[in-house]
């Protein structure tokens, strides 16, 4: 149900908002407010100045070796965070006005850290929201007590097939047995522990998957919903993979919608308004070719073109830690490496805003440099290079042909809502 809260406008104009609704979304005196205009409403966007989320990556290292990974092509040291380098976080955090949401994840296996139980339940004695993603293969018995036990709140699962062969087509290394038997133990384990409660949505921690959709997988789809629902899933969330090697381009599943007009919102274009209706055989094939007729679409209230040229990491507030304690604005700038967009080699370089084994996350979160790339992503002042890909500015992320300084975020798969994660 939704939920409807009330603000009041006074005489000089000045919208008053609920104090806790201003300490969620950092909506302080003097925050410069961006907002956005719908038809019949209008939508506040979070200050730029609000941190109110941290990845946090504890390792590059896995345990696996998939065919969809980062690592297969880039050539960055492996390494694991230091205690020296997670306790300058934790210091840091202590020093920020709100205590922000901790999520355990980034281009490694976060469980293939020795002390990943003792970090979740460090942080968790901030006040933090803490959640972290897994493939799964480590979960076992222990390790889903410890972190029930930590005080985890949110437990993501990559889950990218429904059968054995076709997971571990993907995840080399991996068996979707054991993942399963390991998730069976997981929801036992949060059962022992809030017995009498019996319902997953009251269970801590929740559970969640992540689907990474491809042409080899994605026939897969309703069974690995179906597995999810039965190992106690809340939360399933569906991904397109990022193509790190020439060979992986031809696994996507959005070669159409980057520069679909459904999935666009423009002045330019017309659009088209379905109500909720069922989708069956008598009217998949009339939805489809309606969404290929050219208008930007409305579906059931919402339009399609709602998540383009927006920078979730920014939207969320947060800000990535990698770790050797480099602090970049988002996952995806992490580290150096290439990615392929229209059959085209991307080389994409890191962009580190400071390391809080030199700075607190605070001074740097508000260091001008980064204040001003953060102002310019709200804007998404770059170049369409997702709708263009065609010129020589096209090859890394230094520059693009409007101008914009490094990084230049015009090629990024997230900000087009292509590419998500929790």
């Not at 009251?202 to 997988?217: D, S, T, Y």
């Not at 679409?297 to 709602?306: D, K, M, Q």
């Not at 090859?395 to 809502?417: K, M, R, T, V």
């Amino acid at each position: 149900m939704r939920e409807y809260i009330e603000g009041t406008i006074d005489e000089a104009g000045r919208l008053t908002i609920p104090a806790e609704l201003r300490t969620q979304y950092g909506l302080v005196s003097g925050a410069k407010v961006y907002m956005a205009r719908g038809v019949n409403e209008l939508h506040l966007r979070r200050p730029i100045t609000h941190l109110a989320r941290i990845y946090i990556e504890p390792t590059n290292r896995c345990n696996l070796q998939c065919v969809t990974c980062i690592r297969n092509t880039w050539n960055e040291p492996l390494g694991e965070m230091k205690p020296e380098i997670f306790h300058r976080i934790l210091e840091g955090m202590r020093l920020l006005e709100e205590t922000p949401d901790v999520v355990f994840g980034g281009m490694g296996e976060p469980l293939f850290h020795p002390d990943i139980v003792e970090m979740v339940r460090e942080v968790k004695k901030l006040g933090s929201s803490v959640e972290l993603i897994t493939n799964g293969m480590l979960l076992s018995k222990t390790m889903s007590r410890q972190l029930i036990d930590a005080g985890l709140d949110k437990l993501w699962v990559s889950l990218d097939g429904a059968t054995p062969e076709s997971y571990q087509d993907v995840r080399l290394g991996a068996a979707l047995p054991e993942v399963l038997a390991n998730l069976a133990e997981f929801r036992h384990a949060r059962w022992t522990k809030h017995y009498p409660v019996a319902l997953d949505q009251h269970l801590q921690p929740h559970l969640g998957i992540v689907f990474v959709a491809m042409k080899r997988n994605i026939h897969d789809l309703p069974a690995v919903f179906r597995l999810a629902a039965r190992s106690g899933a809340l939360n399933f969330m569906v991904t397109n993979v990022i193509p790190y090697t020439f060979e992986m381009q031809e696994e996507i599943l959005y070669s159409r919608a980057l520069t679909d007009a459904a999935y666009t919102s423009s002045p330019w274009l017309g659009v088209l308004d379905i109500p909720k209706i069922d989708i069956n055989p008598i009217t998949r094939e009339p939805i489809y070719q309606a969404m290929r007729a050219g208008y930007s679409l409305v579906l059931a209230g919402a339009s399609l073109g709602g998540r383009e040229n927006r920078c979730p990491f920014l939207e969320k507030g947060s800000l990535s830690i990698r770790w050797d304690g480099a602090v970049s604005p988002c996952l995806a700038l992490l580290h150096n490496h290439k990615v392929y967009l229209y059959k085209y080699e991307r080389l994409l370089k890191s962009y580190q805003v400071g390391n809080v084994l030199e700075q607190p996350i605070g001074d740097i979160w508000n260091k001008p440099e980064y204040l001003s790339f953060r102002a310019r992503l709200q804007k998404f002042d770059f170049s369409p290079c997702t709708l263009c890909g065609g010129c020589d500015y096209f090859e890394s992320n230094q520059e693009d042909c409007i101008g914009s300084p490094f990084p230049a975020c015009g090629g990024c798969l997230w900000a087009q809502g292509i590419v998500q994660c929790p």
